[in-house]
């Protein structure tokens, strides 16, 4: 089990309060047990909605098939890596 050593306040209306509170009595458990459990969920449905790409199979296949491809040269990439300035570390 993880250790709760963190603490957060935030304000709400009355009616918020009353809504939040009946919510987490109707499935047996704390006022704040409902909204970090509520607010976890939502975090890691929006955390997981953000780092996967879900394509369809032809589109998929066309991803795959653009990544094993060799690059195309591109001369204007080329001729700006020749014009870069070089970086050193500085002490």
Known sequence: MKTKDRRREFRLSAEDE???????????????????DEALAR????????????LP?????????ALDAPPERNPALVEL????KRFRRVS
Do not use: C, M, P, W
């Not at 975090?43 to 909605?49: F, G, H, L, N, T």
């Open 81 to 84: 890596a020749k014009r870069a």
């Open 43 to 54: 975090a890691r449905e929006i955390v997981e909605s953000h780092r996967t790409v879900a």
């Open 18 to 36: 009353q809504l939040i509170t009946e919510a987490a009595a109707l499935v047996g458990v704390s006022f704040t047990g409902f909204v970090l």
């Open 57 to 65: 199979d032809e589109a998929y296949e066309r991803f795959l098939e």
